[in-house]
């Protein structure tokens, strides 16, 4: 599995790769969100981000928002960050970020959760398996982990496709937050049950007209029915 490091500070991305490599992963560097986009377009594209926030130039945040919007690209995102507000980590969450590591953080967290979120991206965690699952005008394709709304693609950051795929292979059951959150993020201890807003906003968002799909029934949680 390939990772991709982007981080301003040298001295952290030698410890990064230093560690991943030792524990088997292919790893690649960059020092400004620039370098990576160059990356990118000409088709390196890795298996995981390890995405620091405050880089010179283009903002970590928005490198993620371009990788997801202009490219298309729904390869995991985990953000390395000093900041730890409510607010910080609901606009990584709101960029397409699948997880959120606040520095300074030891490595042994790091490796738990780049394991972990490689393992849920090959894998998936909802539906079963070959299954094509269809909601309304919504059909995933738990293979080929494709989304399509009417025939067109629609492109969900990883954590968004789970929390669409739970909703629609469980028509009409309602999820609380807390649900969501014990079944999808079973590894990030101290996520918030706002985080889970912010994506379903942004799965809403990308539905278009469809976005009435899923339903908020107030004091309970989502649905689809």
């Given at each position: 599995?390939?990772?991709?490091?982007?981080?301003?500070?040298?001295?952290?991305?030698?410890?990064?790769?230093?560690?991943?490599?030792?524990?088997?992963?292919?790893?690649?560097?960059?020092?400004?969100?620039?370098?990576?986009?160059?990356?990118?377009?000409?088709?390196?594209?890795?298996?995981?981000?390890?995405?620091?926030?405050?880089?010179?130039?283009?903002?970590?945040?928005?490198?993620?928002?371009?990788?997801?919007?202009?490219?298309?690209?729904?390869?995991?995102?985990?953000?390395?960050?000093?900041?730890?507000?409510?607010?910080?980590?609901?606009?990584?969450?709101?960029?397409?970020?699948?997880?959120?590591?606040?520095?300074?953080?030891?490595?042994?967290?790091?490796?738990?959760?780049?394991?972990?979120?490689?393992?849920?991206s090959s894998q998936g965690s909802a539906g079963q398996s070959g299954e094509l699952v269809q909601a309304g005008p919504v059909s995933i394709d738990t293979v080929a982990k494709k989304v399509t709304v009417n025939s067109v693609p629609?492109?969900?950051?990883?954590?968004?496709?789970?929390?669409?795929?739970?909703?629609?292979?469980?028509?009409?059951?309602?999820?609380?937050?807390?649900?969501?959150?014990?079944?999808?993020?079973?590894?990030?201890?101290?996520?918030?049950?706002?985080?889970?807003?912010?994506?379903?906003?942004?799965?809403?968002?990308?539905?278009?007209?469809?976005?009435?799909?899923?339903?908020?029934?107030?004091?309970?949680?989502?649905?689809?029915?």
């Open positions: 599995m390939k990772i991709l490091i982007v981080d301003d500070e040298a001295d952290i991305r030698e410890i990064l790769a230093f560690n991943l490599k030792a524990a088997g992963y292919e790893v690649f560097e960059a020092g400004t969100a620039e370098a990576a986009l160059v990356g990118v377009r000409q088709g390196r594209v890795p298996d995981l981000f390890l995405l620091d926030v405050m880089l010179p130039g283009m903002s970590g945040f928005k490198l993620a928002d371009v990788l997801r919007k202009e490219f298309k690209n729904s390869t995991p995102i985990i953000f390395l960050t000093a900041r730890n507000a409510e607010n910080d980590m609901l606009t990584g969450f709101s960029a397409g970020g699948d997880d959120y590591i606040s520095k300074p953080f030891s490595m042994y967290e790091v490796l738990a959760r780049v394991k972990a979120v490689l393992r849920r629609l492109v969900l950051s990883k954590k968004e496709y789970d929390i669409l795929l739970m909703l629609a292979s469980n028509r009409g059951r309602t999820f609380s937050r807390s649900e969501i959150i014990g079944a999808l993020w079973k590894e990030a201890p101290c996520v918030l049950e706002r985080t889970v807003d912010v994506h379903i906003a942004r799965i809403r968002s990308k539905l278009g007209e469809f976005h009435d799909l899923i339903v908020n029934r107030a004091g309970f949680g989502y649905s689809i029915q």
